[in-house]
């Protein structure tokens, strides 16, 4: 793995590939609280990148300001993911064999980083967050990832990020010709274990 701009922890695959999952965390967490994810999905051919926001928060890490000052850290995070794939994708992987993974703040990222980024993956997957401006997005993003595939899931009893407001959110994407599935559970700002099984056969489907 070569020299990256963010803190990072790479697993490689069982089976030497090149297909990678990026993961970004939620607010306050770190790319250790994430180390579960991949032995739970068990996929042979996939290499993992758990990725550690840029910024400080009260001993863990955040990927932009509190409301209302998110865009300056939006715009200056998706700078450095911008660096990142470009480097994962030059020579070591693959863009149309990866995966794009968010929770909460990384949910937001994954839309607004994701949907502007050059190339096309494989698969996004947007847990638990909401998108800091649909409008602009719309205007701004590829329009070649309208018809990527983009999956989004909420919690009906989320305390932290409204249920209502990414639903809503999401219907104007999918107005707007993109390829989102999206998933209700019955949640708080986590994510539970139907949610994670329907998560595995999701991605092994666009694998």
């Given at each position: ?7 990072h ?5 069982e089976?030497?590939s090149k297909k990678i999952?990026?993961i ?5 967490d770190?790319s250790q609280?994430?180390?579960?994810l ?6 042979a051919?996939?290499?993992y990148l758990l ?13 932009y ?15 450095k ?7 994962l994708f030059?020579e070591e992987?693959n863009a ?15 839309f607004?980083f994701?949907a502007r980024?050059a190339k ?18 719309l205007?701004e993003?590829?329009p070649a990832?309208?018809d990527?595939?983009?999956?989004c899931t909420?919690?009906?009893y989320?305390?932290?990020?409204p ?5 809503e959110?999401?219907e104007t994407?999918q ?6 599935t999206?998933k ?12 994670l099984?329907m998560?595995?056969?999701w ?5």
């Open positions: 793995m070569k020299h990256l701009p963010l803190n922890l790479f697993i490689p695959a089976v030497p999952m990026i970004l965390h939620g607010r306050g770190s609280g994430f180390t579960w991949p032995p739970f999905l068990n996929l051919h996939m290499n990725l550690d926001a840029p910024y400080d928060y009260f001993g863990g890490r955040s990927w300001d509190l409301p209302p000052n998110q865009r300056e850290g939006i715009d200056y995070s998706s700078g993911l911008t660096e990142i794939l470009d480097t030059e992987f149309e064999e990866s995966f794009l993974f968010g929770f909460s703040q990384g949910s937001l990222l994954t607004e994701g980024y096309k993956l494989a698969g996004y997957l947007a847990i638990s967050g909401y998108i800091y401006d649909t409008e602009r997005l205007k993003m590829n990832l309208k990527a595939n983009w999956l909420h919690g009906t989320d305390d932290v990020l249920y209502r407001t990414s639903k959110q999401v994407l107005n707007a010709g993109f390829n989102i999206f209700s559970y019955s949640k708080v700002h986590t994510i539970s274990e139907d949610e099984q998560i595995k056969e991605i092994k489907q666009k694998s």
